[in-house]
């Protein structure tokens, strides 16, 4: 690596690139273009990577990689961190440093609702994922897209689905045979809709609501009973 205080954009995907396989120049390039990086430039307009840009970089990637967020999350979670500091935060030119993240909703029927809306482009260049990969995954219907203008455009569940995806990709798992997760919800929410369903033909706000809390800790129990019976079943495997 140089001397200098800085590093351009090749010595940082050299620097991440143990930690996260699948970032790429493309990719650093396109969250800069999202408003959640701001190197400086030199004269020639090369872009220089300060130690708080890298740990800003970093903390992002993890979010992405370990949480699912959609970038407006992340970014705002920049911001009011950055707010929060007053703007002292940090070095090299004022850069906020990367801030602590708060548990993750553990609710999972309430992922974070940001009205994110990627094309097929943006969505490959936020998990990492080929262009090809993705229409993989739109083919065995494990993401969906609403088209706009003749564009295909992607929210929040399908960037969350996406980044899970291109986690079980790094070991050779293909869409095809994620089709077994879908296929396994379907039936879970087929049997959840059943459990509810006498709650939803009192048609008022009340049972709405009790049935919508009822689906909440149905979908919790289930989490909770997989993750037991898979632990089961491998537990063969398992270094204990």
Same mark, same amino acid.
């Given at each position: 690596?140089?001397?200098?205080?800085?590093?351009?954009?090749?010595?940082?995907?050299?620097?991440?690139?143990?930690?996260?396989?699948?970032?790429?120049? &493309?990719?650093?390039?396109?969250?800069? &273009?999202?408003?959640?990086?701001?190197?400086?430039?030199?004269?020639?307009?090369?872009?220089?990577?300060?130690?708080?840009?890298?740990?800003?970089?970093?903390?992002?990637?993890?979010?992405?990689?370990?949480?699912?967020?959609?970038?407006?999350?992340?970014?705002?979670?920049?911001?009011?961190? &950055?707010?929060?500091?007053?703007?002292?935060?940090?070095?090299?030119?004022?850069?906020?440093?990367?801030?602590?993240?708060?548990?993750?909703?553990?609710?999972?029927?309430?992922?974070?609702?940001?009205?994110?809306?990627?094309?097929?482009?943006?969505?490959?260049?936020?998990?990492?994922?080929?262009?090809?990969?993705?229409?993989?995954?739109?083919?065995?219907?494990?993401?969906?897209?609403?088209?706009?203008?003749?564009?295909?455009?992607?929210?929040?569940?399908?960037?969350?689905?996406?980044?899970?995806?291109?986690?079980?990709?790094?070991?050779?798992?293909?869409?095809?045979?994620?089709?077994?997760?879908?296929?396994?919800?379907?039936?879970?929410?087929?049997?959840?809709?059943?459990?509810?369903?006498?709650?939803?033909?009192?048609?008022?706000?009340?049972?709405?609501?009790?049935?919508?809390?009822?689906?909440?800790?149905?979908?919790?129990?289930?989490?909770?009973?997989?993750?037991?019976?898979?632990?089961? &079943?491998?537990?063969?495997?398992?270094?204990?």
């Amino acid at each position: 690596m140089s001397t200098r205080p800085y590093l351009s954009i090749g010595e940082v995907l050299t620097l991440l690139k143990d930690e996260f396989p699948d970032v790429t120049i &493309s990719k650093i390039r396109f969250l800069e &273009s999202q408003g959640l990086l701001d190197p400086e430039r030199t004269p020639s307009g090369y872009r220089k990577f300060y130690d708080n840009d890298v740990a800003r970089l970093r903390w992002i990637l993890r979010q992405q990689r370990e949480h699912f967020l959609p970038l407006k999350v992340i970014k705002g979670r920049l911001v009011g961190e &950055s707010e929060d500091d007053g703007g002292e935060h940090g070095t090299a030119g004022g850069r906020a440093g990367a801030p602590m993240l708060a548990d993750a909703d553990a609710e999972p029927l309430k992922p974070p609702r940001t009205g994110t809306s990627l094309t097929l482009e943006e969505l490959a260049a936020s998990c990492g994922l080929e262009t090809g990969d993705l229409q993989e995954l739109e083919r065995f219907g494990l993401i969906t897209s609403r088209t706009v203008g003749g564009i295909a455009y992607y929210d929040d569940d399908a960037l969350a689905a996406a980044h899970v995806a291109a986690g079980f990709m790094k070991f050779g798992v293909e869409a095809r045979h994620l089709r077994m997760y879908k296929t396994a919800a379907e039936r879970e929410a087929g049997f959840f809709e059943q459990v509810v369903m006498p709650m939803l033909k009192q048609r008022n706000p009340d049972a709405r609501r009790q049935a919508s809390e009822t689906l909440g800790e149905l979908a919790r129990l289930g989490q909770q009973l997989r993750g037991t019976m898979l632990r089961a &079943s491998l537990r063969d495997y398992l270094d204990e």
